[in-house]
């Protein structure tokens, strides 16, 4: 495991498995009409906020803050949406990844029941955003989470009502085992619940959209600009191999990316890839995975995440790995998950398969702070990021105009270093992973 750290420690998730300059070779980047590319920086500049990463908590922290009157400016390593927001499974959730019974015995009932209503808030931001910039990206309502047993089912159902007697959600609907099967023709489910108000998109199309949307309202991105390091004090200085960024305010939205340029958020923050493949469209066949527009998750600990492409390809999201490199055949990867939901799919044939990185923590709730009194951080969505980073850069940006509740309310979550920080975290993880990998196998 040592030798294993140091490679870890040498490499640079922002090309260890990427070309420089370049999308990945995903269904996502073949069907979205990509923006120029932005220039790279190449002097000094100043800015009220510099925001460190393209993704969606960048880009909504960008147009939140420029629509307020704000000068911004974003660095990206690579291009816009280059991370998990392009590479997802464009799920939108309802909740947090935490479920809110267990949320409340960690961070007490006043702050799970404002999360809560954050929860609620991320959707609906999502929404009207696209609505607003008249984003293309095919949005979708409706998720069902659906179990592998009995007992997950019941303890599903069990959910349904907790959430329906404690913040009147009727907008989920239980599904028993033939219900499930009605919707999922799948032999591997028992039933579960279909949420109605949660959604699904096209993640790299909402991406480019709020970037297009940031532009318009002012926001300068400079693409292919690495950020090397940055001092902290009354301005911030931001630094790059070409330029530097002087600038009141900082903020942190790299996620699964961050590398090292903040240890006290990369020991809280682990990196972890997730692979997607996407198979030749299905034609008249897909009533034999779903009978309805809706994105399906399941209850594996890592999880099987999947739904239809508007080409009516199945997009399926399965396994992980926990080194800083993708396996050489990512679609084959992909296939064994997908076959055992779908054993008459084992043949078919993938047309792209890709991995992604993207940020968890210790409890799988999203790391709101403050580095500084002018420097902050939001990251580790822990696969619940699409609604949730957009949601966070609405309230990073509120928070450095002043209106600090919603952040605050981030913030009082505990939140944990993986054991031994930075350096010690991945084997560890691999360890904890194989143990959860093997209860999925074994049914409980």
């Known amino acids: 495991m040592g030798a294993g750290t140091s490679i870890v420690k040498r490499m640079n998730l922002l090309y260890a498995n990427d070309k420089r300059g370049l999308y990945p070779k995903s269904w996502y980047a073949a069907t979205c009409d990509l923006l120029p590319v932005c220039d790279p920086l190449s002097n000094s500049e100043r800015a009220d906020v510099c925001i460190i990463g393209a993704g969606y908590t960048g880009l909504s922290t960008a147009l939140h803050l420029a629509e307020a009157g704000y000068k911004v400016v974003i660095l990206e390593a690579q291009r816009i949406g280059f991370g998990a927001s392009g590479r997802n499974g464009g799920q939108i959730g309802t909740g947090q990844r935490l479920e809110q019974a267990s949320l409340i015995k960690l961070a007490g009932a006043q702050t799970a029941d404002l999360l809560w209503e954050l929860a609620e808030e991320s959707k609906t931001t999502v929404k009207s955003l696209i609505r607003k910039h008249k984003i293309e990206c095919f949005l979708k309502l409706g998720i069902a989470d659906l179990g592998l047993n009995q007992s997950q089912m019941k303890d599903m159902h069990h959910y349904v009502d907790f959430l329906a007697e404690r913040y009147g959600c009727d907008y989920i609907t239980k599904l028993d085992k033939e219900a ?101 469209p299905l034609g008249t066949e897909t009533d034999k995975v779903l009978t309805q527009d809706v994105a399906i998750a399941d209850s594996k600990f890592v ?118 920080g930075a350096p010690a975290r991945y084997p560890l993880l691999v360890l904890a992973m194989t143990w959860y990998t093997l209860r999925d196998r074994l049914g409980f």
């Open 303 to 420: 999880i099987n995440y999947f739904r239809l492409s508007h080409d009516r390809r199945l997009l399926f999201g399965g396994g992980e790995n926990y080194s800083y490199q993708f396996p050489k055949d990512i679609a084959a990867a992909v296939r064994k998950p997908m076959s055992e939901i779908f054993p008459h799919l084992r043949n078919i044939r993938i047309d792209y398969a890709w991995g992604g990185t993207l940020g968890i923590t210790v409890r799988r709730m999203p790391f709101f702070r403050k580095v500084s009194p002018n420097i902050f951080t939001a990251s580790g969505y822990s696969g619940h990021g699409v609604a949730m980073a957009t949601l966070a850069g609405k309230l990073v940006a509120k928070a450095i105009d002043g209106e600090t509740a919603g952040f605050d309310a981030f913030s009082r979550v505990p939140s944990f270093p993986f054991p031994g």
């Open 180 to 280: 499930a099967y009605s919707l999922c023709p799948s032999p591997a489910y028992h039933g579960g619940y279909l949420d109605m108000d949660a959604g699904h998109l096209h993640p790299l199309r909402y991406a480019i959209g709020l970037a297009k949307a940031a532009l318009s309202a002012g926001v300068k991105i400079f693409e292919n600009t690495e950020v090397t390091s940055l001092d902290k004090g009354k301005s911030v200085k931001v630094y790059t191999s070409q330029g530097t960024i002087v600038c009141d305010y900082a903020v942190l939205a790299c996620n699964g990316y961050l590398g090292n340029l903040e240890p006290s958020v990369a020991s809280r923050v682990m990196p972890i890839n997730n692979f997607i493949a996407a198979t030749e």
